[in-house]
């Protein structure tokens, strides 16, 4: 069933090699013509590996949309019938990932776009009553390896391979935890349109995973936020030691935004990694 493994050309996660950081960008904040500029130069100064995942809820939205195809949220997932999947794959792989990755390219990172369907890279398992959206996401990180080997930093879109290898709209909160996780990343940074998870008009500077359970519950963390917060727990969960749910101020030197962990006033395990 898997496509043929490269030889790695870069050290095997895990092994003695610069620390990781990966950065999730969403639509919104991908609207945002001034984030380009302060990422990348956030990315330049990290010293470490890097790689990008972006979502793109709105240019999904306005493609639909013109294109006359109904969609629907379930729980911060978009249900996505086959011919939805087609647009979203349009949008995201295309217009968004290249874009990206051209405006970092002009910013002076060595971008390169790719999907979670090349390389194998990304593989999920259909989520029942939701159509063509992927879950449990598999990461084969062979072809990061390789870009990062040759210098270059990763721009992932989070369309992913289903079991017969059809493509599935994959969350990108998701994919980018799946990454975090298995490239050992010791930061992953969640760039939304708001500088954190907002409570009463403040943004928290911490939140753990008890405070969370009760602000999703009593409907103060919604919708695409309460599907982050979830997987940036996951995250802390999982040992990424720094987790963090950010807007454009961390990156101007404001606010750093709210930092998730595993359980209330914890570090995680791995913090000196
Ligand atoms: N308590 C909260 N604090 C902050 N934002 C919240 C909160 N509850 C709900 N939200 C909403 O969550 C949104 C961010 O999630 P959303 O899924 O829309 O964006 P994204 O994940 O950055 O982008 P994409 O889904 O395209 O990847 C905010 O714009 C805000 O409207
Ligand atoms: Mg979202």
Redesign the pocket.
């Known amino acids: 069933m898997s496509a043929r493994r490269p030889k790695p050309v870069a050290p095997a996660p895990g092994s003695a090699r610069l620390p990781v950081s990966v950065y999730?960008?969403?639509?919104?904040?991908?609207e945002d013509a001034g984030l380009l500029a302060p990422l990348a130069r956030d990315v330049a100064a990290t010293g470490g590996h890097v790689v990008l995942v972006?979502?793109?809820?709105?240019?999904?939205e306005r493609l639909l949309a013109t294109l006359g195809l109904e969609s629907h949220f379930v729980a911060?997932r978009r249900s996505t019938s086959p011919e939805a999947m087609e647009a979203v794959e349009m949008a995201l792989s295309g217009r968004v990932n290249k874009a990206l990755a051209a405006g970092l390219q002009a910013a002076g990172v060595p971008a390169a776009g790719i999907s979670g369907r090349d390389g194998g890279l990304l593989r999920a398992t259909p989520l029942a009553g939701y159509g063509c959206v992927g879950s449990q996401v598999l990461v084969q990180p062979d072809l990061v390896l390789a870009l990062w080997g040759a210098g270059f930093v990763p721009v992932v879109s989070?369309v992913s391979s289903g079991p017969a290898g059809e493509a599935l709209n994959v969350?990108?909160?998701e994919a980018a935890l799946a990454l975090g996780a298995a490239l050992f990343a010791r930061r992953l940074v969640?760039?939304?349109?708001?500088d954190?998870?907002?409570?009463g008009g403040e943004?928290l500077p911490t939140l753990g995973a008890a405070r969370a359970a009760a602000?999703i519950a009593e409907g103060?963390?919604?919708?695409?936020?309460?599907?982050?917060v979830e997987m940036a727990l996951d995250a802390a969960r999982r040992g990424v030691a720094e987790v963090v749910?950010a807007g454009r101020a961390r990156l101007e030197g404001g606010f750093p935004g709210t930092r998730v962990l595993p359980e209330t006033g914890q570090t995680t395990a791995q913090e000196a990694r």
Request: charged letters at 15%; glycine letters at 22%.
């Open positions: 999730k960008l969403g639509g919104p904040a991908l972006h979502g793109g809820g709105r240019m999904i911060g989070p969350n990108a909160d969640y760039l939304s349109d708001v954190g998870v907002r409570v943004p602000l103060t963390i919604q919708g695409g936020m309460a599907l982050k749910i």
